[in-house]
Nanobody
Framework: QVHLVESGGGLVQAGGSLRLSCAAS????????MGWFRQAPGKEREFVAT????????IYADSVKGRFTISGDNAKNTVYLQMNTLKPEDTGVYYC???????????????????WGQGTQVTVSS
């Protein structure tokens, strides 16, 4: 069994920064890439960023481009999300996820991932 555990969430004022971490444990697995999604109250879970292990490309949602940076370690199946210049609209539960065999075609979609963490709350006050 595979477990993904996020950490680093919290309460921050607008304009501040947070760094999220996600570590995998359990049996070894191939993930193709790892990503971050978020879900605000009453809204659907949405794509934030992903890192493609092969080549290291980083893909971002337009809403976070230039403010967030994703990084990670393929060998350890760990991923980080540095979030700068946070805005109140960044508030939500942030989930990390590990890529499924559909990853290369669906890395912006939930269907592109097969393992998910429990989420960490990020709250940005205005």
């Amino acid at each position: 069994q595979v477990h993904l555990v996020e950490s680093g969430g919290g309460l921050v004022q607008a304009g501040g920064s947070l760094r999220l971490s996600c570590a995998a444990s359990g049996r070894t697995f191939s993930s193709y890439g790892m990503g971050w999604f978020r879900q605000a109250p009453g809204k659907e879970r949405e794509f934030v960023a992903t890192i493609i292990w092969s080549g290291g490309a980083q893909i971002y949602a337009d809403s976070v481009k230039g403010r967030f940076t994703i990084s990670g370690d393929n060998a350890k199946n760990t991923v980080y999300l540095q979030m700068n210049t946070l805005k109140p609209e960044d508030t939500g539960v942030y989930y990390c996820a590990a890529g499924s065999p559909n990853y290369y075609s669906d890395y912006r979609r939930i269907t592109g991932y097969r393992y998910w963490g429990q989420g960490t709350q990020v709250t940005v006050s205005s």
